[in-house]
C-alpha cells in the first residue's frame, strides 16, 4: 500500500483476486497482497477468516478458484508447479506439533526434517546448535517429542522448518495456545534468522497485539481484506486517541460514554474509550462533557493500538449495534440465589500431586465477591489443576479451600449446585440447538419449568442470542458460540463463575462484547469470576492477578501494582525507530541494554534511566551512522510483566539445579 | 430439600440425559442410517443368503465299469445336494480338476462293479473329497458314506432275493423327529443368530462413542462440575441407547424374521424385549470400562472389536459352544452373548419362560452389575 514500488524479483508472494470455496462456502473472497524479500509479513484475522486457506495455497497444498498465486515468480495453478518451489519454502501447519514424530526426541525430530532436505552434516550442527540454544530448547534434545509442553512443541516445530534454511517460511498462528514466554523466542528466531540470514516470512496469527513484529500486514475478516499495509499505516486509518481514566460508579460512568463513544472498555478498575479526537485536551474534555459530573481521575491519553482501530474498522464494516444491550440485564432471580457471606473462594495451602510429580504446591489466594480474579502462567504452571480443584473435579492431596461459602472437601455437592463453569472448549453439544442446549442445562441444575423458562428468556437476552435460538450451536460463529457456553454456565445462577481460557478463536468485537458481559456480572449481580487465559492483553480486565509458575504462586496483585513492581526493578520500556533495525539491534544489545528485542521495525528496551539511556541510544546508533528516527516511552504490558517473571524464575531454578 | 424433591431433581437430570443421547443419535444421519440396515436388510440378507448345508457340490464320476450298477450308483447323487459336472475316463484328470477347485468329489468305480455286485462278492468304491472347507468337506463325505451304504444294503438284499416290501430281514430303522425347528429351515437360525450379532455389537459400541465423543469435546467436564452423578451421566447413555437397540430389535423382529422367515415367537415377546434389554445393559458394560480407557473414537473402536470378535466367534452362535476347548468355554463364562443365545433360542423357538431361564438370567445380572459398577469407578479415576 504505501511501501515503495519494488521490482518483481523481491517479490516472493504475489496473491491477486484469490478466492477459495469449501463447497458454497466462500472461505477468502478475493484478496490481494504481495510479500518482498526480506520482510515478515503478517495476516491477522479471527478463526475462520480465510488465513489458513491462502497459507495453504502458498504453500502448495491448496488448490483454489480463482484468482493466481505466484510465489518466487511461479504460478503456482499445478502440483508441477507447487514441487518446484517448495524446496524453497518452509511451512509449519497450524497446531501444536502437528508436523512432529511424538516418538522421536528433539534431536531426532530436526535430524529427521534435515535429512529430508538434504542439508549437509556440518551445516546441519552449526544450525541445530543456534536454534536450539535461542529457543533454550539445547536442555531437552533427547527428550521425546511426546513429553514436551505446548510452547516447546511449536518451537521444535519452528526450528524443523527452518533447519533447511528455507528463503520463504510459512508460519500457521504459530503462537496460538503458546504461552507468552515460548512466544517470544519464536520471535526471536524469527527475527534473526529474517536479520542475519535474510529469510522472508509469512506469518498468520489471532493475536492483535502481535501485530507489531510485523513489517507489513493484512487484517483478514471473513475472507476479505479489511485493512493491510505497514503497522503505522493501519493505524493511521481511524485517526483519534484513547483516553484512559478511573471514574465511579463505573457503571454509570461506561453508560454515559457509551452515548457518545463506540469503543468503550472497562479494564479493572480502569476505563478505555477510543475518541476520534487527536489532540488530547479535546479529547479529554469530550470525555469529560460525557461523563457528565462523575470524576474522572488517573487520566492519561495515548495513540490508539492496533487492536481500537481494527474494531473501529470492524464497527464501521457492520454499520450496526455490536454492544450488549442496554436494558439492564438483572435476571430477577437474585433472591432465589443462594447467598453466603465471606470471600467467593479461599483457598489455603492446596496441594496435588500427580504420583512423584507436584502439579500444585501450597497455592493460597482469596477471592472477593463480585471480583474478577485473573489465573495466569504458562502451559503446565497448574492452573488448570487449580481450577479443577475448586470445581470438585479433583480431590486435593493436601490443603484446604472453600468456594462459595461451602467447604471443598465436605461439600461438594453444595459448591457445585452454587457455582459455574466454562471450559476452553466452550463445552457445548454442537448437534443440539442453542435453546436445547440452554435447556439441557436447566434441566441438569434442576430448575423449575416455570424458573427455567425466565432463565431461558434471559440468557437469550444478556447474550444476544435470539437471531439464533434454533440454530445448530456447531453452525454458530465462534463469538455467538461464546456467549452461549457462558449462558449456559449461567443458567443456575452461580454465585462464582471459573472460565478456563474462554476466549480463544474469537474475533475482536466478540472478545470486547464478551469481556462487557463479565463486567456487568461482577458489578451488577456480584458474581465473582476466576478466569486463566494465555491473551495476556486481557489480563488487563482483571481487577486483581495471580501469576503461577511451577505449580507455585509468584507474584500477586492488581495489574497496576504488577506493572509497578516490575518496572522498578527492570526499568521503563522505550520503543526506538531506526532505519536498520536489525543491525542497530546488534549495537543496543553489545551496548549493554536488557531486554532489546525486535518489534518489526522497532527495537525495545529497558531503562532505569530512560532519559540519560535516550541520549546514549542516540549517540551509540549515530556513533555507527544509524539515525534514530523516534524514541518514545511505552507502558509495560503485562505480557512484558508475565515474560519478565518467569524469565527471572527460570534462571532462578536453573542456577539452582546447577548447584 | 425434601426426599421427595430431591427424588424428582435426580430423575429431571437422568432423563434430560437421556433425551440429550436421543437427540444426538437422531442427528447423526449416517450412523442412524447404519443402524437401521444393520437391523433390516442386512438380517434379511444374512438369513436368505447364508446356508451351512452341502449345496451343488461339484461331482465328477470315473466310471470305469459303465454298467446299470455304476449308473445307479451315479444318480443317487442328487441335486441340491451334489450336481454332476462330468464324467472322466482317466483318473489323472480328476486329480488335477480337484487341484484347480472345479470338483468337490470325485467318485472312482473300479470295473467289474456290477459283476461283483451280481455274483455277492465284495466291491469297493474310492471317493476323493476337497475338504479345504472342512464342514462342506465333512458333510459331502458323510452324505456319500450314507448313499454308498444304503445302495450296498439294496444291492445285498436283492441280491438275497428279497425287495421292496418283501424285505423282512431284521433292520433297524430310526425314526426321527425334529423338535423346535420342525422344518429344519436353516434359515431361522442364521437371521436370528445375525440379529444376536447385531444387537450385541450395537450394544457395545452406541454408549461408548456417545461417552468417548464427550471425552474428546471436553463436554464431559462440564457434565463432571455440575451436580449430576458419574452415574446419571453412563446410565443415562445406556438407557437411551437401549431403547433405540429394542426399536431395531422390535423392526428385524416383525419387519424382517416374522413376516419373511416366518420364525415363530413360541415364548413371551414381552419377556424377550426385557431379557433383550438385560443383555444390551450388560454388553454396554464392557463398552463404557472400554470408553474410561480411551481417548478417542478410533481408540474406543478398535478396544470394542476387541472385545466383541471373540464374543461374537466363541459365544455359540457360529460355531456349536460344546464343541470349543475347555478353556475358551471357561473364558466365555464372561460373554453375556452366551447367554443371551440360551435365553433367545428358548423363548423364541421353544416357548420358555423365566421358569426354565432363570440361571443365564441371573448370570447375566451379575455380569453387567460388575461390568457397570467397574466403569463407573474407572470413570471418576480416569479424571484424577
Redo the contacts between chains.
Keep these: 500500500m504505501m511501501s515503495q514500488p519494488a521490482s518483481s524479483a523481491d517479490e516472493v508472494v504475489r496473491v491477486s483476486g484469490f478466492v477459495k470455496r469449501y463447497k458454497q462456502h466462500c472461505a477468502v473472497n478475493g484478496l490481494d497482497f504481495t510479500v518482498q524479500r526480506g520482510e515478515i509479513y503478517g495476516l491477522i484475522g479471527p478463526d475462520g477468516a480465510g488465513k489458513s486457506s491462502v497459507l495453504k495455497a502458498i504453500a502448495g497444498v491448496l488448490g483454489y478458484e480463482e484468482g493466481s498465486v505466484d510465489v518466487f515468480g511461479t504460478l503456482l495453478d499445478s502440483e508441477r508447479a507447487a514441487e518446484q518451489v517448495k524446496r524453497r519454502i518452509g511451512f509449519l501447519p497450524q497446531g501444536l506439533g502437528l508436523n512432529l514424530y511424538p516418538e522421536l526426541s528433539v534431536e531426532e525430530n530436526i535430524d529427521f526434517f534435515a535429512k529430508l532436505r538434504l542439508v549437509p552434516e556440518a551445516d546441519l550442527q552449526a544450525r541445530k546448535a543456534r536454534l536450539l540454544g535461542i529457543t533454550r530448547l539445547d536442555r531437552f534434545r533427547t527428550r521425546l517429542m511426546k513429553q514436551l509442553s505446548g510452547g516447546m512443541k511449536q518451537k521444535l516445530g519452528l526450528i524443523c522448518t527452518l533447519i533447511h534454511e528455507p528463503e520463504l517460511a510459512i508460519l500457521d498462528e504459530p503462537t496460538t495456545g503458546v504461552d507468552p514466554v515460548s512466544r517470544r523466542d519464536f520471535w526471536a528466531i524469527l527475527a534473526e534468522w529474517q536479520a542475519v540470514k535474510g529469510m522472508t516470512a509469512l506469518v498468520s496469527t489471532a493475536y492483535m497485539d502481535e501485530a507489531v513484529r510485523f513489517h507489513r500486514l493484512s487484517f483478514l475478516s471473513h475472507g476479505r481484506v479489511l485493512a493491510s499495509g505497514r503497522p503505522a499505516d493501519v493505524q493511521s486509518l481511524v485517526p483519534g486517541l484513547v483516553v484512559t481514566f478511573e471514574s465511579t460508579p463505573q457503571l454509570e460512568a461506561v453508560a454515559r460514554l457509551k452515548r457518545r463513544y463506540t469503543q468503550v472498555e472497562s479494564l479493572g478498575p480502569s476505563l478505555h474509550v477510543f475518541t476520534p479526537e487527536q489532540d488530547a485536551e479535546a479529547a479529554v474534555a469530550g470525555i469529560r462533557q460525557a461523563l457528565d459530573n462523575l470524576p474522572a481521575t488517573h487520566l492519561r491519553t495515548d495513540e490508539p493500538e492496533l487492536e481500537d482501530v481494527v474494531v473501529a474498522l470492524l464497527l464501521k464494516e457492520q454499520d450496526g449495534q455490536t454492544t450488549v444491550s442496554e436494558r439492564s440485564g438483572q435476571s430477577g432471580l437474585s433472591a432465589n440465589r443462594p447467598q453466603f457471606d465471606g470471600p467467593a473462594v479461599e483457598a489455603k495451602e492446596l496441594i496435588r500431586d500427580f504420583g512423584s510429580f507436584r502439579a500444585v504446591d501450597r497455592v493460597s489466594f482469596e477471592m472477593k465477591q463480585g471480583e474478577i480474579f485473573g489465573l495466569l502462567g504458562a502451559n503446565g504452571a497448574g492452573k488448570t489443576t487449580v481450577i479443577k480443584m475448586l470445581t470438585g473435579i479433583v480431590p486435593p492431596t493436601g490443603g484446604a479451600g472453600r468456594v462459595a461459602g461451602a467447604d471443598m472437601r465436605t461439600a461438594s455437592g453444595a459448591i457445585k449446585e452454587r457455582i459455574g463453569y466454562m471450559s476452553q472448549a466452550f463445552s457445548l453439544y454442537l448437534d443440539l440447538t442453542v435453546i436445547e442446549n440452554i435447556r439441557l442445562f436447566a434441566d441438569i441444575y434442576g430448575l423449575a419449568r416455570r424458573q427455567a423458562q425466565q432463565r431461558m428468556a434471559w440468557i437469550v437476552e444478556m447474550a444476544g442470542l435470539s437471531g439464533y435460538v434454533n440454530d445448530r450451536t456447531g453452525r454458530l460463529p465462534m463469538g455467538v458460540r461464546q456467549r452461549l457456553a457462558l449462558g449456559c454456565a449461567l443458567v443456575h445462577s452461580p454465585r462464582v463463575l471459573f472460565l478456563d481460557e474462554p476466549t480463544s478463536g474469537v474475533d475482536p468485537i466478540g472478545r470486547r462484547r464478551f469481556w462487557e458481559l463479565l463486567s456487568r456480572l461482577a458489578r451488577e449481580e456480584g458474581v465473582a469470576i476466576l478466569i486463566t487465559t494465555h491473551y495476556l492483553s486481557e489480563a488487563e480486565h482483571c481487577d486483581r492477578l495471580v501469576l503461577m509458575y511451577a505449580g507455585r504462586i509468584v507474584a500477586e496483585g492488581t495489574p497496576g501494582e504488577l506493572k509497578a513492581e516490575v518496572e522498578r526493578e527492570v526499568g521503563q520500556l522505550l520503543e526506538l525507530t531506526v532505519d536498520t533495525p536489525g543491525a542497530a539491534l546488534a549495537q543496543v544489545a553489545a551496548a549493554g541494554f536488557t531486554g532489546a528485542a525486535l518489534f518489526g521495525t522497532k527495537i525495545h528496551v529497558l531503562s532505569r534511566d530512560p532519559s540519560g539511556d535516550e541520549a546514549r541510544l542516540r549517540e551509540i546508533l549515530a556513533q555507527v551512522g544509524m539515525t534514530v528516527t523516534g524514541v518514545r516511552p511505552r507502558m509495560l504490558s503485562l505480557e512484558d510483566v508475565f515474560v519478565s517473571r518467569v524469565m527471572a524464575l527460570e534462571q532462578a531454578s536453573q542456577k539452582g539445579g546447577a548447584r | 430439600m425434601t426426599v421427595g424433591r430431591g427424588v424428582a431433581?435426580w430423575g429431571?437430570?437422568l432423563?434430560?440425559?437421556t433425551w440429550?443421547e436421543l437427540?444426538?443419535l437422531w442427528?447423526?444421519v449416517p450412523l442412524l442410517l447404519f443402524l437401521i440396515y444393520s437391523f433390516s436388510l442386512s438380517v434379511l440378507v444374512s438369513g436368505a443368503g447364508i446356508t451351512m448345508q452341502l449345496t451343488n457340490a461339484e461331482l465328477l464320476a470315473h466310471d470305469e465299469d459303465q454298467s446299470p450298477s455304476s449308473r445307479e450308483l451315479i444318480h443317487r447323487f442328487q441335486p441340491p445336494y451334489f450336481a454332476l459336472v462330468g464324467a472322466i475316463s482317466d483318473p489323472r484328470e480328476g486329480l488335477r480338476q480337484l487341484d484347480e477347485g472345479r470338483a468337490m468329489v470325485v467318485l472312482d468305480i473300479p470295473p467289474r462293479f456290477h459283476e461283483a455286485l451280481m455274483s455277492g462278492e465284495r466291491t469297493t468304491i474310492q471317493l476323493l473329497v476337497d475338504t479345504t472347507n472342512a464342514p462342506q468337506g465333512l458333510s459331502a463325505a458323510a452324505y456319500t458314506v450314507r448313499i454308498a451304504a444304503l445302495f450296498g444294503t439294496e444291492a445285498a438284499l436283492a441280491s438275497a432275493g428279497l425287495s421292496g416290501a418283501k424285505a423282512s430281514r431284521p433292520l433297524v430303522s430310526s425314526a426321527h423327529r425334529v423338535w423346535f425347528n420342525p422344518t429344519q429351515d436353516e434359515r431361522w437360525f442364521q437371521s436370528i443368530s445375525h440379529l444376536l450379532r447385531m444387537i450385541t455389537l450395537f450394544a457395545v459400541l452406541l454408549p461408548a462413542a456417545a461417552l468417548v465423543r464427550e471425552k474428546e469435546?471436553?463436554?464431559v467436564?462440564?457434565?463432571?462440575?455440575?451436580?449430576?452423578s458419574p452415574f446419571q451421566i453412563m446410565f443415562s447413555k445406556v438407557l437411551a441407547m437401549s431403547g433405540v437397540i429394542l426399536l431395531a430389535t422390535a423392526l428385524a423382529l416383525y419387519g424382517v424374521l416374522h413376516p419373511v422367515f416366518h420364525v415363530p415367537m413360541k415364548g413371551s415377546a414381552a419377556l424377550f424385549f426385557l431379557l433383550t434389554a438385560l443383555h444390551v445393559f450388560t454388553t454396554a458394560g464392557f463398552g463404557l470400562v472400554a470408553a474410561t480407557l480411551a481417548k478417542n473414537q478410533a481408540q474406543v473402536a478398535m478396544m470394542a472389536l476387541f472385545v466383541v470378535g471373540p464374543m461374537l466367534l466363541l459365544s455359540g452362535i457360529t460355531s456349536p459352544f460344546e464343541s470349543m476347548p475347555q478353556w475358551v468355554q471357561a473364558i466365555m463364562t464372561l460373554s453375556p452373548l452366551r447367554y443371551y443365545i440360551d435365553i433367545t433360542y428358548g423363548v423364541m423357538l421353544k416357548g420358555a419362560g423365566l421358569d426354565l431361564l432363570w440361571k443365564p438370567v441371573g448370570a447375566m445380572l451379575l455380569l453387567g452389575g460388575t461390568l457397570f459398577g467397574s466403569g463407573m469407578w474407572r470413570f471418576r479415576r480416569q479424571?484424577?
Design positions: 431433581t429431571q437430570r432423563v434430560a440425559l440429550k437427540l444426538h442427528r447423526d469435546r471436553g463436554t467436564e462440564q457434565l463432571l462440575v455440575s451436580p449430576v479424571f484424577q
